[in-house]
């Protein structure tokens, strides 16, 4: 289990795949993720064309 000290709950760690930080510090890796009226895909395929600012948060991003 790895965990992010430092990181507010719902912050995303890109890696090799896409986490977001639980409220205790654990991340929950994804496998697959879906944007909105947009096809479920990989978290990687996510990853390959999104651009993620250091610290995004789920409940702040703007998704475009």
Request: net charge negative.
């Amino acid at each position: 289990e790895e965990t992010q000290p430092g990181h507010a709950p719902g912050d995303l760690v890109p890696g090799k795949r896409l986490g977001v930080v639980c409220g205790d510090g654990a991340v929950l890796f994804l496998d697959r993720v879906q944007r909105e009226s947009k096809r479920p895909m990989a978290s990687e395929e996510f990853l390959r064309g999104a651009a993620l600012p250091p610290e995004t948060n789920i409940q702040e991003a703007e998704w475009t």
